[in-house]
């Protein structure tokens, strides 16, 4: 379950830290107390930042770092999608063996393979992308509100 | 091998649990030291259960046939045994129930019905400690937002122990209840009993004990403790889920009104109203569960055939050497007291920034089943600022080799994330 990557990604994180960001969620695993809170910055559709600070297991945080990697950066399609793989992936109990297609959208997140078989910790790898989606939901909600007043 | 003084003879023991025979992990030892969250079972107490279905299975105190009066004398003899393993004056003190949580619901459910002088209410308080598991915290808030008592707590001092400084404070003549924890299942605590108690009879305060911790482990006297409710479980001393005990004073089961109605629990029923069976049973609504008190009978012949005070003493060598080798390994630091003093056999603790959900998860590669997060007892977590902890909790068939293969995973542990 541990990678060597997993390991490099908590030793070492990505992008950790809050800075300036248009919506910021904080997210808890009532099971096990780990917390995040993460902000995210759009250019239009293009994420700019995402930037966060947390405390839990080495699979939240690094799961974070990760997800700072992989989606900083994209178009919010693109991310959407590689979001999508990574929930396929961590909810297959096991059962999905990464193959090439997947391995180039998840890149290093495909280290997270094996905790899926372990439930007690999937909610450890998702919770940084579930606060992700949380935040963009807001920030981009707010942002077509916003342009619906304009 | 580690010799200590006082240790049972844990050869002979654990050949009575086939379980810890298992291997996990492709091959490796079972290394079980999760006793505080569930104790392993006896061949006696599986075979109790088996024969008991094989053997009498009916339902108690009805029918005229063999087979139920079978079944109705061996649930009513596990009563008898457990009446004699905590000392209580009489048989018809001991409520058989699911667990230790609906034990004291139960209590808290009975004061909140009953009439003067036990009565809950606005005007009055009700006290626990900021060291209780949450299923004695829990139902103390609902009764208090049922009927606006105030709920008030004993803080904890930093090494673990219960705050008693302002005793006269907290327990004061509005006092109705206090409930509280005999031994921690976080911190390990032993509590003062007698303390508590003699400043609750002062005001004429009701104690409940919650002792799921305590009877696994220790001789347990409802008589010494002069407590007037003692909960625990079954299934934390050998005996089977699904089996849980309130013993409580006589003349108080006679005064305070039922909580949960159904069958058993009635003398007459008609359309209008009923009329309730004495005590115990006007407290065990429904068929009980039968084989469970039976396997608990069973865990408590095992347990007295062995001795509670010498696996009182078992455990006590164990902790004293646990809590000497834990305090070697650098960065790890106990939660709760740091000597065998005053304390059972279930230690918590942080090992540096390392989060206790990848201690217990390498540690588990290992073969070593420990339990992580806050115990239920998440106020303790807060209290000492900390997310989680890491507990090892031993138990009669625990040896010192099992803490050295804790100490040397807690070492891969460090290693594996420093």
Known sequence: ?150 | MTQLPGLLDTEAIRKDFPILDRTVHDGRKLVYLDNAATSQKPRQVLDALNEYYERYNANVHRGVHVLAEEATALYEGARDKVAAFINAPSRDEVIFTKNASESLNLVANMLGWADEPYRVDHETEIVITEMEHHSNIVPWQLLSQRTGAKLKWFGLTDDGRLDLSNIDEIITEKTKIVSFVLVSNILGTVNPVEKIVRRAQEVGALVLIDASQAAPHMPLDVQALQADFVAFTGHKMCGPTGIGVLWGRQELLEDLPPFLGGGEMIETVSMHSSTYAPAPHKFEAGTPPIAQAVGLGAAIDYLSAIGMDKILAHEHALTEYAVKRLLDVPDLKIIGPTTAEDRGAAISFTLGDIHPHDVGQVLDEEGIAVRVGHHCARPVCLRYGIPATTRASFYLYSTPAEIDALVDGLEHVRNFFG
């Open chain 1, 1 to 150: 379950m541990y990678q060597e990557v997993i390991l490099d990604h908590y030793k070492h994180p990505h992008g950790r830290g809050l800075r300036d960001g248009d919506a910021e969620v904080h997210h808890v695993n009532p099971t096990c107390g780990d917390e995040i809170t993460l902000r995210v910055k759009y250019d239009g559709e293009q994420i700019t930042d995402i930037s966060y600070e947390g405390q839990g297991c080495s699979i939240s945080q690094a799961s974070a770092s990760v997800l700072n990697d992989l989606l900083v950066g994209k178009e919010l399609s693109e991310a959407r999608k590689i979001q999508e793989t990574f929930l396929e992936l961590m909810q297959s109990k096991g059962r999905i063996e990464p193959d090439d297609d997947m391995e180039e959208v998840l890149e290093d997140a495909v280290a997270f393979a094996g905790v899926s078989k372990y439930p007690a910790r999937v909610k450890c790898a998702l919770l940084s992308w579930m606060a992700w989606k949380d935040a963009t939901a807001q920030a981009l909600g707010g942002a077509e509100a916003e342009r619906k007043t304009a």
